[in-house]
């Protein structure tokens, strides 16, 4: 009995601590990637051919908000009062250029407008092309990545 106690306590001991190394590990492998200026953002081909990282990035944001727009089909919505109104989307762009929504916000007043905004919003951005993902040079590896964009839906 007194030994079966021992190996069990022993064996808690030792999980525990194994546990702990790791969760230090993992930590300090987080602190040591960080986004340097040699790093590249999701991009598409277009904008990969400016020079400054700043107006690639800017380009590729162009890029997101156009297609968006362009896949979001509201011409057949009727709105009865005019509409201003703001809709932040966050997108992830995984390692394979791959976008998905990974939240959005949207307001009360376009939902009550338009009730099946949030489906539309949802098959537009399913609709965007593969894109090229972000590229953490300092490891030679493609990475995840998140993009804020606001949507201004306005109707007369």
């Given at each position: 009995?007194?030994?079966?106690?021992?190996?069990?306590?022993?064996?808690?001991?030792?999980?525990?601590?194994q546990?702990?190394?790791?969760?230090?590990?993992?930590?300090?492998?987080?602190?040591?990637?960080?986004?340097?200026?040699?790093?590249?953002?999701?991009?598409?081909?277009?904008?990969?051919?400016?020079?400054?990282?700043?107006?690639?990035?800017?380009?590729?944001?162009?890029?997101?908000?156009?297609?968006?727009?362009?896949?979001?089909?509201?011409?057949?919505?009727?709105?009865?009062?005019?509409?201003?109104d703001?809709?932040?989307i966050?997108?992830?762009?995984?390692n394979?250029?791959?976008?998905?929504?990974?939240?959005?916000?949207?307001?009360?007043?376009?939902?009550q407008?338009?009730?099946?905004?949030?489906?539309?919003?949802?098959?537009?951005?399913?609709?965007?092309?593969?894109?090229?993902?972000?590229?953490?040079?300092?490891?030679?590896?493609?990475?995840?990545?998140?993009?804020?964009?606001?949507?201004?839906l306005?109707?007369?």
């Open positions: 009995m007194n030994i079966t106690k021992i190996i069990l306590i022993a064996l808690l001991v030792i999980s525990s601590c546990s702990n190394l790791n969760k230090v590990e993992s930590d300090n492998n987080i602190e040591r990637i960080t986004w340097t200026s040699n790093d590249e953002f999701p991009s598409v081909e277009l904008c990969n051919e400016l020079a400054e990282p700043r107006l690639v990035n800017d380009c590729f944001k162009n890029f997101l908000s156009s297609e968006i727009l362009k896949n979001l089909n509201l011409s057949k919505i009727t709105i009865e009062k005019p509409l201003n703001t809709v932040n966050e997108l992830l762009i995984d394979k250029g791959k976008i998905t929504m990974a939240d959005k916000v949207i307001s009360k007043n376009i939902i407008r338009i009730s099946n905004f949030e489906i539309i919003l949802d098959n537009a951005i399913d609709s965007l092309p593969i894109v090229l993902p972000a590229t953490k040079t300092t490891l030679g590896v493609s990475v995840n990545s998140k993009f804020r964009l606001a949507i201004i306005k109707s007369k």
